[in-house]
C-alpha cells in the first residue's frame, strides 16, 4: 500500500494516465491554435478539439455543438447563471436554487441579487434532498431559471434531476444543473432528464485541471446565454479565449473512459463504499450518515462520528487524505454549510467526515482505512468529556453550555 | 495546517485524561465551551485543603487536536501550584509552549476558561462547606 491513502475523489482525481498520453501529444509539437484556419497546425488543434467535444457530449447524450468549453465548472456555473439571467433579464428576475448547492452557484446568485434579481434559496430535507412541491410552488411567472445540482459534493447525494427537468419543461422554466460530481460516475442524460444547462469540470473525472465544459441545450428549446467573457468571439461567441487544446483533449479522453467503464466501476466503487460503512458501524456506536443512502453517489460516504470532533480525528489519521466538515478544517471557522442545511446540528457537522472514494482506491486501502477510523474514534472518545455524558445518560441537549 | 511537534505528543499521548469524583469537597470541576462551536473541555482540579495545593488535575476535551493539547497542557502547569498560582495562569502560557498558530489562539482562551472554571468551583465548595461548619 502507498501512503498516504487518497480517498478524497471529490475534491479532485488524479489525472488517469491514459488521460495523459492522449494530451501529450498536443503538450508538445502539436502545438498549434484550434482557430488557425489557415495551416495544418491549426487544423489538427481543431480536428482534436472537435473529437473532444464529440467525447463529452457522447457521454452525457448531448451534440457536440451544444459543448461549451470552459476553465472548469466554476466557469460553467457562472456562465450559465448569469448568462441567463442577462440573456432573459426582459422574461424575468427570478432564479430558484438551493442551500446546498456549491459556492459557484450559490455566490453567482448572491452576485445576482445586488443587480436586482430575486433568488430563491430552497432548504433540503434531512434526506439531503429539495422537496419537489416546494420547487414547484417557487415557480412564479417571473422565474427564468432553476439551477439545482446533480449530486452533491459533500453528501454525494443524487436529486431527482429527472423530475426537475420535467417541471422545468412544463412551466417554460430553463434547468441549469451542476453536475460536476455526477458525470462520468452515474448515467447522465440530458435529454432523458430534459436538462438546459449543464457544468462539467475535468479534474473531477480522471481528466486535468483547468478545463470544463458547460451543455448548452441547441434545439427546444434553444438556450441562449449572454458571454461573461469578450473576445475572439471563440465557441460561438459564448466563451471567447483561445482555447485550451490539451486540456480539452484530456477532458474528452476522460470523459470516453469514463463511459466506457462507468457501469463496472460504480458497481465496484459502490462495494468498497458499503464495506467502509459496514465496518464503521459494525465497531462504533453513536455513528450518523449524513444525507439520503438511497439516492446517491456510489462512491461518497459522508459520516458522523458523535462526540468526536472531526478536525482531531483527521489529524489521527493523518496517513489517510479525506475532508472534514468541521469548522477548524475551514479559514472561516464555520461548519459545513450543507450539512447545517440538513438540519443535523452544529454538533453533528463538526464531527463529520466525507469518504470519497474512486478509481484507484483498492479494497486492502479501504480495510486499512476503516481499521484506523475506528481506533482513532475510540481513542478521541476515551478523551470526550461528551462521550461520557452520553454513556452517564445526560441529554447532551439540555446541558446550558457556555457558548464561546 | 502543519501542527507543533508539542501539539502532536500532546494529541497522541494526552497527559492525565480522566475524570474524579465532581461531588468530592476536594474536587473543582469546571465545563466550558459547547458541542455546536466545536469544543469543550472539562478540567478537574483536586486540592489538598491543608496546603491550598493542587494535587491532581484531569481533564477531557472535545475539539481539535489544539484544544486537546491546550487542555493537556494546561493539567501539567496546574499539578503543584496553588489554587491562587492557578489563577493567574494565562493563555498566552499556553500559546507560545504550544507554540499554536493565531487560528488556534481561542483554544488556549478555553484552556484558560476551564481553570478559572475549576477553581471558582472549588472556592464555591469551600465557601459553602465552611458557611455550614460556621453554622
Known sequence: ?????????HATTPLDARVLDAMMPFLTNKFGNAASRNHAFGWEAEEAVEKARKQIATLIGANAKEIVITSGATESNNLAIKGVAEMYAERGNHIITAATEHKATLDTCKRLEKHGYRITYLPVLASGLIDMDMLRESITDKTILISLMYANNEIGVIQPVREIGKLAKEKGVLFHTDAVQAVGKVPVNVIDDNIDLLSISGHKLYGPKGVGALYVRRKSPRVQLTAQIDGGGHERGMRSGTLNVPGIVGLGEACELCRKEMASESVRLAGLRDKLKAKLEGALDEVYINGSMESRLPHNLNISFAFVEGESLLMGINDVAVSSGSACTSATLEPSYVLKALGAGDDIAHSSIRFGLGRFTTDEEVDYVAQKVISVVQHLRELSPLYEMFKEGVDLSKVQWTAH | MAYSDKVLDHYSNPRNVGSMDKNDPNVGTGMVGAPECGDVMKLQVKVNP??????????????????????????????????????????????????????????????????????????????????????
Open chain 1, 1 to 9: 500500500m502507498k501512503f498516504p491513502i487518497y480517498m478524497d475523489y
Open chain 2, 50 to 135: 491543608d496546603t491550598g495545593i493542587i494535587e491532581d488535575a484531569k481533564f477531557k476535551t472535545f475539539g481539535c487536536g489544539s484544544a486537546i493539547a491546550s487542555s493537556s497542557l494546561a493539567t501539567e502547569m496546574l499539578k503543584g501550584k496553588t489554587v491562587d498560582e492557578a489563577l493567574a495562569i494565562k493563555n498566552t502560557e499556553i500559546v507560545n509552549e504550544l507554540a499554536l498558530p493565531p487560528v488556534k489562539i481561542h483554544c488556549s482562551v478555553l484552556a484558560e476558561d476551564a481553570i478559572k472554571a475549576a477553581i471558582t468551583n472549588y472556592k464555591e465548595k469551600t465557601a459553602k462547606e465552611q458557611a455550614a461548619v460556621t453554622l
